[in-house]
């Protein structure tokens, strides 16, 4: 367990908090009431700063209950230096306007360890089983 440091901006923003024992991830809430016309993206402020650890990331993520009604949430990283307000970009590929209320859970919210990467230039990869075969190479 970590412990993550979190400041509200403003009197109406509603910490994440996990709704169940065993959840892996935190919910999220809306602080301004949002329309979300068929088509379009919005950013919906939570008005939550967090204070990720070193070497950590929070993560943002959708709702599987959003996504069946044709409302994504766009996965986002919060860095450990971001201290501002996190927010959620949304989506709307309904057939209609979605309205997001000032209080609404819009997403989720979970914090992982981050692993530095090296990029190597080689000459050659090693070969696989699959090699290129790309988008749709195992088939429906």
Do not use: W
């Given at each position: 367990?970590?412990i993550v440091g979190f400041k509200k901006l403003s009197d109406t923003a509603i910490p994440f908090e996990y709704s169940r024992?065993?959840?892996?991830?935190?919910?999220?809430?809306?602080?301004?009431?949002?329309?979300?016309?068929?088509?379009?993206?919005?950013?919906?402020?939570?008005?939550?700063?967090?204070?990720?650890?070193?070497?950590?990331?929070?993560?943002?993520?959708?709702?599987?209950?959003?996504?069946?009604?044709?409302?994504?949430?766009?996965?986002?990283?919060?860095?450990?230096?971001?201290?501002?307000?996190?927010?959620?970009?949304?989506?709307?590929?309904?057939?209609?306007?979605?309205?997001?209320?000032?209080?609404?859970?819009?997403?989720?919210?979970?914090?992982?360890?981050?692993?530095?990467?090296?990029?190597?230039?080689?000459?050659?990869?090693?070969?696989?089983?699959?090699?290129?075969?790309?988008?749709?190479?195992?088939?429906?």
């Amino acid at each position: 367990m970590i412990i993550v440091g979190f400041k509200k901006l403003s009197d109406t923003a509603i910490p994440f908090e996990y709704s169940r024992d065993g959840d892996a991830c935190m919910d999220m809430y809306a602080d301004k009431e949002v329309i979300i016309p068929v088509g379009c993206a919005a950013i919906i402020p939570t008005n939550i700063a967090v204070e990720i650890p070193s070497g950590y990331e929070g993560i943002v993520r959708g709702r599987s209950g959003l996504a069946a009604q044709g409302i994504m949430v766009h996965v986002g990283t919060i860095d450990e230096t971001y201290r501002g307000s996190v927010g959620v970009i949304v989506s709307n590929h309904s057939s209609d306007a979605f309205k997001i209320s000032k209080g609404n859970r819009i997403a989720q919210f979970t914090v992982k360890p981050v692993l530095k990467v090296i990029l190597k230039e080689v000459e050659e990869l090693s070969s696989t089983k699959r090699g290129t075969r790309g988008y749709g190479s195992s088939g429906i």
